[in-house]
């Protein structure tokens, strides 16, 4: 294919958003790069239109989302007591186990033609990690990864008490990418204590306002989080105008 990649990225904060609004949105967005990809191989080389990109921040109301290769044995709470903790549930259909929503976060999902960038999950998934893992270091906070694990954690290295701070689940479909990280901030972590995080019973989840001892601006870390993003994927991050919603 001929089109020219598109290393521009189109920005949209949706607020706090109820789970299955963001999802149909994500959807809508996801299908009509599909969409454009095949008319794209349809069409002669003069015809063809670059795809776009897309990075859209929000955070939930309080949720729970199992991904494709969970167990609902990670969730510890049945109908009711979901209801007691104003809490929903989703199956989805994105990679990974079972995590938890809610406000105090940053939920990035990047729905992004991997071919206008490089056409590597693993490699994007560790660009994911790495925006996450710079931008705490800007807290002087020093995180990484733990081998066999997706997502950001404390106490990488010795792992005396290693901890989660951002957990990660994807779905990528011919190179275009949706779903995408949750990034604790001010967050309520008792929500944790409900269910078995990612399936993994020996670790603790924790917060950026829990290991500076006082809460952080989102939008300040959004900020830092989008910059290191840009830098990463070498990307110039726009805002998306209003018009160009779908």
Known sequence: MNVSKNTTIRFEHLGLMDYQQAWDYQEKV???????????????????????????????????????????????L???????????????????????????QIVGYPILDLENFFTDIHQYLRYLEEAVIRTLAEYDIVA?????????????????????????GVKCSRWVTMHGFAFNINTDLDYFNNIVPCGITDKQVTSLAKELGHEVPLAEVEEKLKHHLAALFGATIIPALHEERH
């Not at 080389?45 to 109301?61: G, I, K, M, R, V």
């Not at 009711?80 to 995590?99: F, S």
């Not at 290295?157 to 989660?164: A, M, S, T, W």
């Open 30 to 76: 996801f299908n009509s790069i599909l969409a454009l990809k095949v008319q794209n191989r349809q069409a002669s080389p003069e015809d063809q239109q670059a795809t776009p990109n897309y990075l859209l921040f929000c955070s939930h109301p309080h949720v729970y989302t199992l991904g494709k290769s969970g167990h609902e044995k990670n969730l510890l």
């Open 144 to 168: 990484g990864r733990i081998p066999g694990l997706t997502g950001v954690w404390l106490d990488h290295e010795e792992q005396r008490n290693p901890r989660k701070i951002c957990a990660m």
């Open 78 to 104: 049945n109908e009711e007591g979901l209801k007691q903790k104003g809490a929903t549930y989703y199956k989805i259909n994105r990679g990974g186990d079972i995590t938890y929503h809610g406000p105090g």
